[in-house]
C-alpha cells in the first residue's frame, strides 16, 4: 500500500466509524472517557519509557530546550492527563441539543439541532497530552478523529493512543473512532488534508511551518490553530498600577502560550512617566525587551526593535515595545501586524475603551484584563481542543460546542410549495 | 500590472473598506440599500441592453437553453432584483447583535457579540442577479465584497455593478465595498482565493468546475454552496396520496433549483402498487424516468439507471429511481450517493421517521413534506445568499446571520491569571 492508499482506507474506516459513534448514547460515551483514563493511569510506566526514548531522540538531534519541555511527561503529567480526560465525561454533552425550535404559518415545525461534525483530522506538534485531549473531546462530541502528532512525539504518542484504545475496546467504542498516524514525513499531512468527501474538518495546531503545510494543501475546511501575536495598549487614561500588573501576568506568568503577549503599546503623554517602571519591573522578571525609536529615546538600554519584531511570536520571556499617539493608532497597530487573537486595552476612559474594543479585530479583546484569560476553562466553556485564529465556525477558545455542527429536522403534514 | 497584482490590489483595498463598514450606522447601510434599488431601477435600460449583448454572444458560443434561461433578464426580473434590494432594507440587522452575556466569578464580565467577518469574495455563474443579492447581503452585514461572476454574464453584471457603485456614491458607501473582478478566466479566480489574510472567506456557487477551481487553489476558509442531490423516500407507511404529491412538487415545481429532487427510493414493500402510480403522474408532466433492476421490473419504460445517474443532479425533468428494502438501507443510500442536501421521508411510522432524521446527514432532513422548503425565507431567516452544502460555520440556508462572525469582549477591573 503507498502512503496515499493508507490515508484513503483510515479515511474510509474513520467515516464508518463516525456513523456508529453519532447513535451511541452520552452514558456510554462518559464510560469509554473513564476507561480511557484508567488505561492511561495503568499505562503510565511505557508511556513514560516511551516519552523517554522520545526525550533521549530529541536530545540527539538537538531539539531546542522550549521543543523539549514541551516534549516531556512526568508521572504527574500523565495523572493530569487522564484527570483531564475524565473532565470531559463530566461536561455537558452538546450533541442533540435543541438551538431553535419553531412554527412556520403554514404548518411546517423546524428544529435547529446540534449533530457531530463526522471525522475531524487534528494536526499538532510536540505536546503529547494533545493526543488523549483532542481524542476525548472529539469522543465526547460523536466525531471520529485522526490525530497526527509531531514526529518528535511519535513513541509518546503511540502508548498513549495504545491505553485509549485499550480503554475504548472494554467498553465498546466503535472501532476506528480513534485513530492515529504512524508516518513522520509531512507527506501524510498533506494527504489528510486532501481527503474530500471523508474527512470534514482539519484543525491545525502549530507554528509557521505546519500551518502553511495544511492551507497550502488543503480541500477540507481548516480551523486553524495559528500564533498569538497579543498586545496591551496602556493608553493615557490607564491606572499605571493595574496596566502593570497586567503586563507583567500577561507576559511572565506562562510565557510559551499563544495568549501570552508578546508587544506593549504605550500611549505618548504617559510614556515617559510609564515606560521605565514597566522596563524596570520586566527587566528585574529577566524580560529581554525591545523598542521602537520612540521607546529607546526614554529608555536607552533596549534593543532596536525591527519590522520582523512586530509579526512575531516570541513564546519566551522577550517584549517589543512602542509609543503611538492615540487610541486610533494603537487600533491600526494591532490589526496590521497582529494575529487576531487576543489583546487588551488598559484605559478608564469610556471613550477609548469602545473605540478599541470595537475596532480591534481579534476573537478576544479585553478592557483592563490580562489577555492570558483566552481559554475555554477561564471562559467557562469546558475543555478546549484550542484557541482558534480563524474567523469562521469557531473564534477563540474552541470547546464542545464548536466541535459540533447542526442540522435542520422539519416535519410536515404534506406540505408542498406553491 | 499582472493579474496577480490587480488582484491583491482589490484585496488590500476590501480590506480598508471593511474596516470603513464596520463602522457606518444601520441607518447608513439601509439608505445606501435603498439608493441601490433605486439606481437599479433607473438603470434598467442599460442593464438589460447590456444583458441582451450577453445573451447575443451566449447564443453565438452555443449556450445551453437551461444556462440562457438563468443568464436571461427581463423589465419584471430587474424590477424583482431591485425589490430584493430593498426586502434586505427592511430585514433586522445582525450586526452588534449580543449573543450571549456573562460574568465569571473572577469578576469577567464576558460579551460575545456579532461582527462582521471582514472581505468576502463570491464566485458565482451565470445568474446576473446574483450580483445585486450578494451586494446587498454584503452590506447589510457590513463586509466588504469581491463579486467574481460568470463570463457570460459580464455585460449584465457590469452594468448592475455600475448601478450599485452610483446608488453607493449618492450615499456615503465606503469606495471599494463592493468590487467586481473583470477578468473572464479562471486565472483570477484562483488568484482570488489565495489572498490570505486580505479575504476572510470565499463563497463559491456553482457546478462541479467552479468548485474544483476553487478547493484546490484556495488558502483561505470556502463555504461551497454545491450540488443538490435531494432524495425523497416513500416508506412502507407512507400515504400513498401525500408522497405522490410531495414528489411531483419536488421534482416538477422548479426543476432547476438545488433544492429540487433528483432521486426517489421506494420502499419494496410498496413498490409494486406506488410505483407505477408515480411513473403515471411524473409521465404526464414530462419527467423522464431512470430505474434500477427492481424499478424496471414493475415499470418496464425506464431507461436503465447508471451509478453516475445516482451521483448526478440533473436540474432538468429527470427523474432516478430506486427500490430498497428498508429505511436503512435508504439512509446508508442517501449517505452514500447524496450531497448532504435535502432529503425527504414520507411515512407515518414513528419509527421510521425518527431513524430517518437522525441518521441521514443532510443539512435539511424532512418529515411529510417537501424538499423545495430549504430556502432562508421558506424557513423564516430572511434572505439568503445560497444554500451551504458543507458543515462548518453555515450549513444549509445561509442568511444574514451567518454572514457574520462574532467576537468576545471582556469587561474587567485589573484582573490577572495565577
Known amino acids: 500500500m503507498t502512503l496515499h492508499d493508507d490515508i484513503v482506507a483510515m479515511g474510509q474506516r474513520a467515516l464508518t466509524?463516525?456513523?456508529?459513534?453519532?447513535?451511541?448514547?452520552?452514558?456510554?460515551?462518559?464510560?469509554?472517557?473513564?476507561?480511557?483514563?484508567?488505561?492511561i493511569v495503568k499505562d503510565k510506566a511505557a508511556i513514560l519509557e516511551a516519552n523517554a526514548a522520545d526525550l533521549a531522540a530529541g536530545?540527539?538531534?538537538?531539539?531546542?530546550?522550549?521543543?523539549?519541555?514541551?516534549?516531556?511527561?512526568?508521572?504527574?503529567?500523565?495523572?493530569?492527563?487522564?484527570?483531564?480526560?475524565?473532565?470531559v465525561a463530566e461536561l455537558p454533552d452538546p450533541v442533540g441539543r435543541v438551538i431553535r425550535?419553531?412554527?412556520?404559518?403554514?404548518?411546517?415545525?423546524?428544529?435547529?439541532?446540534?449533530?457531530?461534525?463526522?471525522?475531524?483530522?487534528?494536526?499538532?506538534?510536540?505536546?503529547?497530552?494533545?493526543?488523549?485531549?483532542?481524542?476525548?473531546?472529539?469522543?465526547?462530541?460523536?466525531?471520529?478523529?485522526?490525530?497526527?502528532?509531531?514526529?518528535?512525539?511519535?513513541?509518546?504518542n503511540r502508548a498513549i493512543v495504545a491505553a485509549l484504545n485499550a480503554g475504548g475496546r472494554r467498553k465498546g467504542l466503535p472501532e476506528d473512532a480513534i485513530q492515529f498516524v504512524q508516518t513522520p514525513d509531512h507527506e501524510a499531512i498533506r494527504e489528510l488534508v486532501q481527503l474530500e468527501g471523508l474527512v470534514d474538518l482539519v484543525i491545525p495546531r502549530g507554528g509557521e511551518a505546519l500551518i502553511k503545510a495544511v492551507t497550502e494543501h488543503s480541500r477540507v475546511p481548516v480551523i486553524k490553530h495559528y500564533k498569538g501575536v497579543c498586545h496591551v495598549f496602556v493608553d493615557e487614561s490607564a491606572d499605571h498600577d493595574m496596566a502593570l500588573a497586567i503586563i507583567e501576568n500577561a507576559k511572565c506568568q506562562r510565557p510559551g502560550v499563544?495568549?501570552?503577549?508578546?508587544?506593549?503599546?504605550?500611549?505618548?503623554?504617559?510614556?515617559?512617566?510609564f515606560l521605565p517602571r514597566m522596563a524596570e519591573k520586566l527587566l528585574a522578571r529577566g524580560v529581554e525587551l525591545r523598542g521602537d525609536?520612540?521607546?529607546?529615546?526614554?529608555?536607552?538600554?533596549?534593543?532596536a526593535a525591527t519590522e520582523t519584531d512586530w509579526t512575531q511570536e516570541y513564546l519566551d520571556l522577550i517584549l517589543t515595545v512602542g509609543i503611538v499617539?492615540?487610541?486610533?493608532?494603537?487600533?491600526?497597530?494591532?490589526?496590521?501586524?497582529?494575529?487576531?487573537?487576543?489583546?487588551a486595552i488598559v484605559a478608564s476612559s469610556e471613550a477609548a475603551q469602545t473605540l478599541f474594543t470595537e475596532e480591534v479585530d481579534s476573537a478576544a479583546v479585553y478592557v483592563n484584563a490580562s489577555t492570558r484569560f483566552t481559554d475555554g476553562g477561564e471562559f467557562g466553556l469546558g475543555a478546549e481542543i484550542g484557541i482558534s485564529t480563524d474567523k469562521l465556525h469557531a473564534r477563540g477558545p474552541m470547546a464542545l460546542e464548536e466541535l459540533t455542527t447542526y442540522k435542520y429536522v422539519i416535519h410536515g403534514a404534506g406540505q408542498v410549495r406553491s
Open 17 to 39: 466509524a463516525s456513523r456508529l459513534l453519532a447513535r451511541i448514547s452520552p452514558r456510554r460515551k462518559n464510560a469509554i472517557l473513564k476507561a480511557f483514563a484508567q488505561e
Open 258 to 273: 499563544c495568549n501570552a503577549i508578546e508587544k506593549v503599546l504605550i500611549h505618548e503623554a504617559i510614556a515617559a512617566t
Open 325 to 343: 499617539p492615540s487610541v486610533k493608532a494603537a487600533v491600526e497597530h494591532i490589526n496590521r501586524y497582529g494575529s487576531r487573537h487576543s489583546d
Open 101 to 156: 425550535r419553531w412554527t412556520r404559518p403554514n404548518g411546517l415545525a423546524l428544529i435547529k439541532r446540534r449533530v457531530p461534525i463526522g471525522v475531524i483530522g487534528i494536526i499538532y506538534e510536540a505536546r503529547p497530552n494533545v493526543t488523549a485531549d483532542a481524542a476525548a473531546l472529539c469522543l465526547k462530541t460523536a466525531n471520529a478523529v485522526i490525530l497526527r502528532g509531531g514526529k518528535e512525539a511519535l513513541r509518546s
Open 59 to 87: 536530545k540527539t538531534a538537538g531539539l531546542s530546550a522550549a521543543l523539549l519541555d514541551r516534549l516531556e511527561l512526568s508521572a504527574a503529567r500523565v495523572e493530569a492527563m487522564a484527570q483531564a480526560v475524565r473532565a
Open 293 to 303: 525609536e520612540a521607546a529607546r529615546r526614554i529608555v536607552p538600554n533596549m534593543r
